[in-house]
């Protein structure tokens, strides 16, 4: 089971966590996990690199965790994006469980 937690403050998005194995293939094989792993990294990325927004990631085993520690605003956006990305692929995939807290 792959697990999503969005977070939202105030009506907007400030961060998420992705944890487990969609369970579509084997470990290595699986590309539904493959898919929103890279759309996770490709976030994560996007946030810290190119926006440089002020952000804390935690990158362990079967999880990453992503907190904006500032409001800014393409940031909450692009992760108001990856939701309705994962949102998506869950709605084709039963074992994903999307939440937004």
Same mark, same amino acid.
């Given at each position: ?18 944890? +487990?194995?969609?369970?579509?293939? !084997?470990? +290595? ?7 929103? !792993?890279?759309?996770?990294?490709? !976030?994560?990325? #996007?946030? #810290? ?9 935690? &990158?362990?085993?079967?999880? &990453? ?5 500032? *409001?800014?605003?393409?940031? *909450? *956006? ?24």
């Amino acid at each position: 089971m792959l697990k999503a937690v969005f977070y939202k403050e105030n009506d907007r998005f400030a961060g998420f966590s992705v944890s +487990g194995h969609a369970g579509y293939g !084997t470990e +290595g094989n699986d590309i539904v996990c493959a898919a929103i !792993t890279s759309a996770v990294e490709l !976030t994560c990325n #996007t946030i #810290t690199e190119f926006f440089g927004a002020q952000a804390k990631v935690d &990158v362990m085993e079967n999880e &990453v965790r992503l907190a904006l520690t500032q *409001q800014h605003q393409p940031s *909450q *956006q692009l992760i108001a994006s990856l939701c309705a990305h994962i949102e998506y692929i869950a709605s084709e995939h039963k074992k994903i469980k999307l939440e937004i807290k």
